[in-house]
């Protein structure tokens, strides 16, 4: 029997897990770029009492047949958007979860919003200790497993409905463990089903894994019968009967959705869509990146090859499923971490009693110091002290309960937008969309996260890329703004990675464009009609000394973000820009610069060769 001590050693560690769990997540409110049009699409619900029937936030999700064929020859055929409209099942396939956010937004507005999605987190890992424990695992195996999940769960954090998927698919892991152990709590797999595919797309991953699991369950039915000669008995084939049984009622309770089947495809079509390179979450993990999922996956793999003897089928294939499916696209890690945690947690008790059983090991560890450790239990206490400490830390220095959308969004030129009342339409940063569709209604976005059209996509990166092939008509992304009836362009100067954005640089030249604004974090510029240099005359800026200071000001903060390389990449396009400006002197220092960074670059040296011609000839 436990010591009381070790009983209390072991709740003080988890419960300073856990509210470490709690504070840490406490912040990243979007950093999915999707929170905004998520809680915006729960507001339209909660306030309307239907879902949505078309796009509400967005003036480019129906692309009339005149704007589609614009810059088709300008890229490959590959790179080209589909003939029909994609996407439009994001409107609905997440209605629940959104109103539920929606509701903890009315209920304490962003600060209700992150603690309520703090809250879900923490109920998530103590489900996943119970799931842990029941299933056999020691505390010591337990608690470190959930350390690593919780490690893998921060790049997962932000307020979006996926969510409530994290906690429903613990919760079907939990319902499995209670099959393998005889339970029979997985009756309620398709209710939970029908709740979850109406609460999050997410339901489809969980259908893959429980299916997966009975696909387990009957390959054990059919290797013992059929290949061993032995027979189950009576009690196992008819729970095995009721498992597939409830796996494919749970089938069709999932279609009880907005979408119908088309839900179960919606994830295979955006990730072969233009949008699915376009998105991270779709990429596959880089070793780099995702430090925790790589070390996750490591000890699974190899504390699994130690206990493959112990596990079922069934585990095995639940494993392996999400190891292949997590290498491929990076949403799928958390839901890898948090499936496969079951199986390391036993595969670890397993070697430890294994390691206890051999007698060099019990020379080591059956001495009277050891014995007394283990007696009074100073593991634990040494655990419960370290959790401890570090939960102070956390709070102490700031890593936590930071309840704001983040310094990457444009909030002080949105403010501005809205007291000037700038016309519509407005072309946005694709990044942006989210955050523009609550903090600035009054103006439907070009794009955003949703991915409902694939040509609007299509011209975005016309647009963005300032494609200068020539047409019957004049420049494609000039003719791309004329055609969508753009006033005004909301950006920031540089893009992701360091180089100064090319619609930018084109904006920079062309005397049809105004800037009106600019303040480190973001530019915008008007459409210079006549009828608008009228009206906002007093908003006017001298254009190329702006967007000079404008690009300087963000290139302040390049360093931190993208290292080097983005530095390098920030010096050279801004000196393409100045000498595109003939201003030699200044473009000169900028690739001098570049060459400090990346010595010996002939292009470069080329580059500051023919500075020196055009200045000499000068004089």
Known sequence: MESKLKLLA??????????????????????????????????????????????????????????????????????????????????????????????????????????????????????????????????????????????????????????????????????????????????????????????????????????????????????????????????????????????????????????????????????????????????????????????????????????LKRLTLAEIFFVLFFIFWSLNTSRLMIFFSLGSSVVLAQSMSHVSLWLAERAWFKKITKTPFFNRIAAYGIYEIIVASAATVFFVYICVTGRAFRFEFGASYPEKAVNYIKVNQFPKNLFNEFEWGSYLIWNLPQYPVFIDGRCLNETTLFHYRLITSAVNENMTDGLIWKQLLDAYKIELILTSALERGGPVRPLVRNLFFDPQWDLVYRDGAAIVFLKGTPENRSRYRRSLLPKQEGIYNEIIAEGQKVDGLYGASGVYWYYKTFAELLMDAKNYEKAKDMYIRCLEINPNNKYIENKIMSIDGILNSAQ
């Open 10 to 307: 072991r709740s003080i560690a988890l419960i300073s897990l856990l509210l470490t769990i709690f504070s840490v997540y406490c912040n990243n409110i979007d950093s999915s770029n999707d929170f905004g049009w998520h809680l915006k699409n729960g507001e339209f619900i909660w306030q309307n009492h239907k879902l949505p029937e078309k796009d509400y936030f967005s003036f480019t999700s129906d692309t009339p047949d005149y704007l589609r064929n614009i810059g088709l020859n300008a890229v490959a055929e590959y790179n080209r958007p589909a003939n029909y409209k994609y996407g439009f099942t994001t409107l609905t396939h997440s209605w629940l979860g959104q109103v539920m956010i929606y509701a903890s937004y009315l209920a304490g507005g962003l600060i209700g919003v992150v603690l309520m999605k703090s809250l879900v987190f923490v109920v998530t890992f103590i489900l996943l200790y119970l799931t842990l424990r029941k299933s056999g695992s020691g505390f010591g195996s337990s608690f470190f497993v959930m350390l690593l999940v919780a490690w893998v769960g921060v790049d997962f954090t932000s307020c979006r409905p996926q969510i409530f998927s994290f906690f429903l698919f613990v919760s079907m892991v939990y319902l499995l463990y209670d099959y393998k152990n005889g339970g029979r709590k997985f009756y309620i797999l398709p209710p939970m089903m029908f709740l979850w595919a109406n609460i999050h797309a997410g339901f489809i991953v969980g259908f893959a894994g429980l299916a997966t699991y009975a696909a387990g369950e009957f390959s054990r039915y059919l290797y013992t019968g059929y290949y061993r000669k032995e027979s189950l008995s009576e009690k196992e084939q008819c729970k095995i009967q009721h498992l597939i049984l409830v796996t494919f009622i749970a089938f069709f309770a999932g279609l009880a959705n907005p979408n119908g089947y088309t839900i179960y495809l919606s994830g295979l079509e955006a990730k072969t869509s233009l949008y699915g390179p376009f998105i991270q979450e779709f990429q596959r993990p880089l070793l780099n990146q995702y430090p925790a999922y790589w070390v996750i996956l490591s000890l699974c793999i190899v504390f699994m090859v130690f206990s």
